[in-house]
Nanobody
Framework: QVQLVESGGGLVQAGGSLRLSCAAS????????MGWFRQAPGKEREFVAG????????AYGDFVKGRFTISRDNAKNTVWLQINSLKPEDTAVYYC??????????????????WGQGTQVTVSS
C-alpha cells in the first residue's frame, strides 16, 4: 500500500505557472505507474497526465497541449506536475494517483488504486 500527499496548489493569475508535488510513502514507489487527475465542480474527474514506473514514458490528456509536464524521482518517492500558461478553465482539485499494477499508463480514474487528498488550483482571469 502507498499513501499519497499532494501539495503546491494555490491561487494564481492566468498565464502563471504552478508545480504540484505528490509525495509517496513506502519503499516500493518505483513499482507504481503514477497519474494526475483533476476535477472541477460539477464535472467528472479527468486524466491530466501519467508516467511509467521508470519515468521513461509519459502520457497526457488531450487538453494539455504542451502546457503540462509530469516527472518523477523514484529515489525521492515523488512525482511532480508542472503547469504553465495557466487558464481559468484549469481551476480544479488536482489529484495524484498510483496504479499498483503499473504495466502501462492508465487514463481512466477507475484503474488507479491509491489516491491523495487533492490540492486546489484556482486560476483567476
Amino acid at each position: 500500500q502507498v499513501q499519497l500527499v499532494e501539495s503546491g496548489g494555490g491561487l494564481v493569475q492566468a498565464g502563471g505557472s504552478l508545480r504540484l508535488s505528490c509525495a509517496a510513502s513506502g519503499r516500493r514507489f518505483s513499482i507504481y505507474a503514477m497519474g494526475w487527475f483533476r476535477q472541477a465542480p460539477g464535472k467528472e474527474r479527468e486524466f491530466v497526465a501519467g508516467i511509467s514506473r521508470s519515468g521513461s514514458v509519459t502520457a497526457y490528456g488531450d487538453f494539455v497541449k504542451g502546457r503540462f509536464t509530469i516527472s518523477r524521482d523514484n529515489a525521492k518517492n515523488t512525482v511532480w506536475l508542472q503547469i504553465n500558461s495557466l487558464k481559468p478553465e484549469d481551476t480544479a482539485v488536482y489529484y495524484c494517483a498510483a496504479d499498483r499494477y503499473g504495466y502501462r499508463i492508465q487514463t481512466a480514474w477507475k484503474d488507479y488504486d491509491y489516491w491523495g487528498q487533492g490540492t486546489q488550483v484556482t486560476v483567476s482571469s
